[in-house]
């Protein structure tokens, strides 16, 4: 049997007016990734949240359309739902994150995660207040910078924000 070359495309994401291809990482809090983008054997990449509750508790990951309880999540009113070229995760009917594709290998995300010491992080302009904005449709700003439209790409991290409120951008 001949040596066989299989291709695969890592997905574009867009998060916060910004475009990451090739970022494994699209989020992460100190050592934790909350946002990643991973490869499936059989299905190539997909998208992966670990889910924290407002009191820091690892309740779940979601990985692609499937959600995998911890005991402490299974105690949780945490759902997914499927609407068409979507999936929404919710927690006590608050959505925690959405995705959308765009395109064959596109990801458009929004999310309100809790981090693993109870920091509330947002991607998301509405609703109530937190400690970090990241809003979705307008720039990713960092004090005076603001982000719009930068295309990273093959960078290990893409946003990392750090418990001592700094924050890097295209982390390598």
Do not use: W
């Amino acid at each position: 049997m001949p040596n066989e070359l299989i291709f695969s495309e890592s997905p574009t994401v867009g998060y916060a007016t910004n475009t990451f291809k090739n970022v494994p990482i699209i989020l992460q809090y100190d050592e934790t990734p909350l946002i990643e983008v991973v490869q499936e054997q059989d299905a190539g990449f997909t998208s992966q949240f670990n889910i924290y509750n407002k009191d820091g508790v690892y309740i779940a990951k979601a990985k692609g359309s499937q959600l995998y309880l911890t005991e402490e999540g299974k105690k949780v009113n945490l759902n997914m739902r499927h609407p068409h070229g979507a999936t929404v995760c919710e927690l006590d009917g608050q959505t925690l994150f959405e995705i959308r594709r765009t395109e064959a290998a596109a990801l458009r995300t929004q999310a309100e995660l809790f981090t693993p010491d109870g920091r509330f992080v947002r991607s998301n302009p509405h609703g109530v207040p937190c400690d970090l904005v990241l809003a979705d449709g307008a720039p990713l700003s960092i004090g005076t910078i603001t982000l719009v439209g930068n295309h990273f790409e093959g960078m290990r991290i893409g946003v990392l924000i750090r418990s001592d409120g700094t924050i890097a951008i295209g982390v390598s």
